[in-house]
């Protein structure tokens, strides 16, 4: 299993960023996925989560309205569009296969920094 995120990077305030995260080895279609997001020396903080055919999607308050996740199951790919940055959407941002009610894969995360 990989996850390898992109398109990450530094902003200003109100800008937008679209992070996509490519996926390998194994039926991606078949798994819920989630980005997460970790500011430094703060928890993870979960994002937004998307089911398997896309139809259904999930934000934190903090996000709803900003930010937009999709995926492409014919290019095993997630998306996380991100209009209207703010500083505080600052974090690594990272993509997980939903297991459960947990993550069981990562990836290596894509940082985003929104700053003047």
């Known amino acids: 299993v990989q996850l390898v995120e992109s398109g990450g990077g530094m902003v200003q305030p109100g800008g937008s960023l679209r992070l996509s995260c490519a996926a390998s080895?194994?039926?991606?279609?078949?798994?819920?996925m989630s980005w997460v997001r970790q500011a430094p020396g703060k928890g993870p903080e979960w994002v937004s989560s998307?089911?398997?055919?896309?139809?259904?999607?999930y934000y934190v308050d903090s996000v709803k309205g900003r930010f937009t996740i999709s995926r492409d199951n014919a290019k095993n790919t997630l998306y996380l569009q991100m209009n209207s940055l703010k500083p505080e959407d600052t974090s690594l941002y990272y993509c997980?296969?939903?297991?459960?009610?947990?993550?069981?894969?990562w990836g290596q995360g894509t940082q985003v920094t929104v700053s003047s």
């Open positions: 997980a296969r939903v297991y459960y009610s947990d993550y069981d894969y």
């Open positions: 080895g194994f039926a991606f279609s078949s798994y819920d």
């Open positions: 998307i089911n398997t055919a896309g139809a259904d999607t």
